[in-house]
């Protein structure tokens, strides 16, 4: 299993039909992923799409994850923690500083999806919203929204078979509200 | 009031400051709006940063929409309807072979901003989520969504503010289900 240290991210090829498995290693921990077609980068994930075909906002095993241009990128083929959230964008410097009142750097999930998506000839404008594996987004029936602590305990992992030849970047998430107030690592490994 | 027929689109430049009023003209329409930055179009309309900075999926009166480099791009000053979708993408060519079983030609919302987008530099791949007009999709606490005619009554309008100059594209929408079973035309006019 390769280890993405907390706060930092990490990319990948994964071919049509390869499966890929992250696992939160302690519990409480979010990573946020994105799909990329390997052969056209500007075929991307796409919550509106996915939400759209899958007729829910809450994606977990049996459900596909949909790309900007209607077409499968992967399927959940396994969750045994079953929460993860497609609601909102990755973490990024303004909203630690709009949520955390910080206003020096900090690490983020765009800024680590990015610098391990710029070697695909992504740019950051190309990072749309990612799937938040293991995220808690609770939401009512008037519509708001509140992030609280993951409900995955150690070892907790999610599978996706890849539907086309993709390019992959994940993270262990950088924002403490939405892992429980501590940072820990996330595993990844693709399985043949 | 500038007309938008039916299953058609236009688009238009909003200075900063401008308000832009979208007319419900004989109730029960959606309209699919998008706005980009008129001086760099890289920068665009997000659902994930709106979603997170506003904290609720249903946007009204009040709330701002952001961009995906965190910036507000409009705020909405009044909306006598008040239901709106955030959730869903535009239909295209694939939506109505998977929802409707068609396939041959149909007018499609993502078509329709495309086409009156694609004079400023807009590319296919660059058209996220819009925000919905007057949708009416429901969401269940199981995360369910379903397509459900819109409330919205004749000359119901929706005022948005332009918090930087941008480039506008909203559409009358061409998809059956999400009015009611008939296609009208959607009405707009710059208030200064």
Partial sequence: MNIIPPKSGASLVLKSGQRLKVTDIE???????LFYNRDDVAEKLSSGKTFDYEETILLTKGNYLWSNRSNKMVRIVEDINGRNDFLL????MKTFEHFYNMDGYHPSCF??????LQQFGIEKDDIPSAFNIFMN??????GKVSVVPPTSKAKDYIIFEAQMDL???LTACSAKDSNGGTFKPIGYEILD
């Fill in 27 to 33: 519990g409480m921990q979010v990573s946020d992923i």
């Fill in 89 to 92: 964008a990755p973490c990024d």
């Fill in 111 to 116: 800024e680590n999806l990015y610098k391990n």
């Fill in 137 to 142: 987004v609770q939401f009512k029936p008037d």
């Fill in 167 to 169: 390019i992959v970047a």
